[in-house]
C-alpha cells in the first residue's frame, strides 16, 4: 500500500519541479494510476481529465480514462472518450472494439 503512496507524492513532486507539458501529462497518469490501484477510481478519473486538459488529442490519455470510467460503470463519459480516440486513432482496433461494445450497452 505504500507504493502508490510513493508515486503520487512522487509525480506531485515532478509536477512542482517541472511543470512542462509532456511531464505533466505523465505525472497526471502516474498519480492516476496510482488512484485506481488503491481503488480510488474517481480520483484516478480526475487526474486523468487534468491529464486531458494538458493534451486533449493524446490517444493514450484517452484509452486510460476510458479505462477507468469503464471500471465505475460510467457509460456516457467512457463513450464520449471512446468516440474521440477512434476520431484520432481510426487504425485502433482495439478502442474500436472497446467503442461498440460500449455502444451496444445503450
Keep these: 500500500m505504500v507504493r502508490p503512496f510513493e508515486s503520487i507524492f512522487s509525480s506531485y513532486d515532478s509536477l512542482r519541479h517541472d511543470p512542462t507539458q509532456d511531464k505533466s501529462v505523465s505525472s497526471y497518469l502516474a498519480i492516476g494510476a496510482a ?34 470510467y469503464e471500471e465505475v460503470k460510467r457509460y456516457f463519459p467512457e463513450r464520449k472518450v471512446l468516440e474521440r480516440l477512434v476520431v484520432i486513432e481510426p487504425g485502433d482496433s482495439s478502442a474500436m472494439l472497446q467503442f461498440k461494445e460500449v455502444l451496444r450497452r445503450w
Design 35 to 68: 488512484y485506481a490501484e488503491m481503488g480510488f477510481i474517481e480520483s484516478a478519473i480526475e487526474h486523468g481529465l487534468m491529464a486531458l486538459d494538458e493534451e486533449p488529442e493524446n490517444p493514450r490519455v484517452l484509452g486510460v480514462l476510458a479505462g477507468w
